[in-house]
């Protein structure tokens, strides 16, 4: 079992930045894939970027919507994963999941969320 923890959302004017955190611990393998995910209210969850290993180069992919303005970046010796997000709108208000993909079993594991809230 994989635990995820996030931390870092708040209330965040238009405009502004946050910058969330998750960390792994538990049974890892070794993590293949982090990333972050979303889930307004009344819409799907959807992806906002995700950082996989592929030996010793990381690939990074983001929505559409996000590019330009946040980045991933990820430690593997602390299984911690990091999304700045800068130029934040009020659109971008949703709880955010931290997920992983533990290597070996493939299995994804999600955290429990954090909330983000951008007022215009």
């Known amino acids: 079992q994989v635990h995820l923890v996030e931390s870092g959302g708040g209330l965040v004017q238009a405009g502004g930045s946050l910058r969330l955190t998750c960390v792994a611990s538990?049974?890892?393998?070794?993590?293949?894939?982090m990333g972050w995910y979303r889930q307004a209210p009344g819409k799907q969850r959807e992806l906002v970027a995700t950082i996989t290993t592929g030996g010793t180069i990381k690939y990074a992919d983001y929505a559409d919507s996000v590019k330009g303005r946040f980045t991933i970046s990820g430690d593997n010796a602390k299984n911690t994963v990091y999304l700045q997000m800068n130029s934040l709108n009020p659109e971008d208000t949703a709880v955010y999941y931290c997920?992983?993909?533990?290597?070996?079993?493939?299995?994804?594991?999600w955290g429990q969320g954090t909330q983000v809230t951008v007022s215009s």
């Open positions: 997920s992983a993909v533990n290597g070996g079993s493939y299995i994804r594991y």
């Open positions: 538990g049974s890892i393998f070794r993590l293949i894939s």
